[in-house]
Every structure is written in structure tokens, then in C-alpha cells.
């Protein structure tokens, strides 16, 4: 079976503070891909990032950073500086290849208080 | 950039109504998604299909059906609306999972059911 688990509900923070948001999944499939979608208000979501289950090189794309760890399933996105546009909910996703299917978290949803 | 068209950003349907909820996408994606968004249940997946004229269950199926008979359109379908149906609804598209796309999201379809 495959699930995804964000146990944080709702996070604020300060302005220009860090955050960082958890995702564990779990899959008996060995080849899996995890993904990190942003749903500002306007209510599309937007991709951020993909990972596939053989590449635990973190990654850093400016103020964003993911990091990838099998031996705790976990897939951890963290923002630095976090700036009010940053405001909106956060959903985790696992694509396991034995399913054929995109199993989503319940999200995060992150407000970033100016 | 990939296009996903959904028919109606808000749409207010009355008990019993059969109502129509349509996607259109431009990349000649063989696989379509419907989910549902409730709060504190993140994404649920309703159907979704893989090429024309097939199509799968997702997690929660019961009171949809599905059509596709193009390949760029994928049409949900509540036989007869009820109260507990009020959601977001998000449609999605991808390519082929094997080529490890993500899956590129329209801008959801907010119905309401009275």
C-alpha cells in the first residue's frame, strides 16, 4: 500500500523566518518517484519538484531546498528567508510504479506573516 | 507551457442534477486524473484514465463516472448530485509514468451542491 503522511496541519511563521515542512511516505515498490506541489490561494497547483527513489542528492533551488532521506521515507521541503508569497498549502506526492497512481498528503498549509 | 483547461471555476448544482465537469489538455498526454479536495483529506483520487476510452477506479469512485472518447479531454460525471459531492475538483494530466513527468494540474472546479 502507499501513503503519504504530512502530520503538520497548518504552520505560521515569521517573515524572513525558516521552515520546513515533513513528508514521510511509505511504498513497497523499490522504484518511486516523490513530488512537492504548491497550491497558492488562487487554488492551481503548481509542480516544485520531483525525485526519484534512486537519487538521494539533495537539492537547492534558491530559497528552496528538499532533502531526500530512504532510510527514514522521508522527503522534507524546507524554505529559507520565507517571504509572504510563500503563503499557501504544501502537497506532498508519492508515484509508486506498481500502482500506476499519484497518492497525495492531506498538505500543510503555511502562512507567512509579514 | 502545458495547458489544463477545466470547464468552470465555480458552479452551484441543485440535489440530483446531473452535472458535467469537463478537461481539456494541449500536450497529447495519454494519462488524465480526477481528484477531489476536501479539507484535512488532501487529494482524493476519483478516476483516471491512460488512454482513450480506458479508464480506472481511483480511491473514490462511488457516484462518478468517467468519459473519455479524445484523447485531450476527460470528462467527470455525477449521475445524480448530492449534498456530500460539494468540493473542489481537480483535474490532471501526465505523460507516460514511465517517463517520470509530473502531473500538470488545472485550475480546479469549485461545485457546490444545494
Known amino acids: 500500500a502507499q501513503k503519504v503522511t504530512q502530520a503538520q496541519t497548518e504552520i505560521s511563521v515569521v517573515e524572513k523566518e525558516d521552515v520546513t515542512l515533513d513528508c514521510v511516505y511509505e511504498t513497497r515498490d523499490t522504484t518511486y518517484y516523490l513530488f512537492w506541489y504548491k497550491q497558492p490561494p488562487s487554488g492551481e497547483l503548481v509542480f516544485l519538484i520531483r525525485r526519484n527513489s534512486f537519487d538521494e542528492q539533495n537539492e537547492i533551488s534558491g530559497r528552496y531546498s528538499w532533502n531526500f532521506q530512504k532510510s527514514t521515507s522521508s522527503f522534507n521541503f524546507t524554505i529559507t528567508a520565507s517571504q509572504v508569497v510563500d503563503s499557501a498549502v504544501y502537497f506532498c506526492?508519492?508515484?509508486?510504479?506498481?500502482?500506476?497512481?499519484?497518492?497525495f498528503g492531506t498538505g500543510t498549509r503555511l502562512t507567512v506573516i509579514p | 507551457d502545458v495547458k489544463v483547461t477545466q470547464s468552470s471555476r465555480y458552479l452551484v448544482k441543485r440535489t440530483g442534477e446531473k452535472v458535467f465537469l469537463e478537461c481539456v489538455q494541449d500536450m497529447d498526454h495519454e494519462n488524465m486524473f480526477w481528484y477531489r479536495q476536501d479539507p484535512g483529506l488532501g487529494l482524493r483520487l476519483i478516476y483516471f484514465?491512460?488512454?482513450?476510452?480506458?479508464?480506472e477506479k481511483g480511491d473514490i469512485p462511488e457516484g462518478y463516472s468517467v468519459s473519455r472518447e479524445k484523447k485531450e479531454r476527460f470528462s467527470l460525471i455525477l449521475e445524480s448530485a448530492s449534498t456530500n459531492q460539494t468540493s473542489m475538483y481537480l483535474c490532471?494530466?501526465?505523460?507516460?509514468?514511465?517517463?517520470?513527468?509530473?502531473?500538470?494540474f488545472g485550475q480546479g472546479t469549485r461545485l457546490t451542491v444545494v
Open positions: 506526492a508519492l508515484y509508486a510504479t506498481g500502482a500506476n497512481n499519484l497518492f
Open positions: 490532471a494530466t501526465g505523460a507516460r509514468w514511465g517517463e517520470a513527468t509530473e502531473a500538470f
Open positions: 484514465s491512460y488512454d482513450v476510452k480506458m479508464k
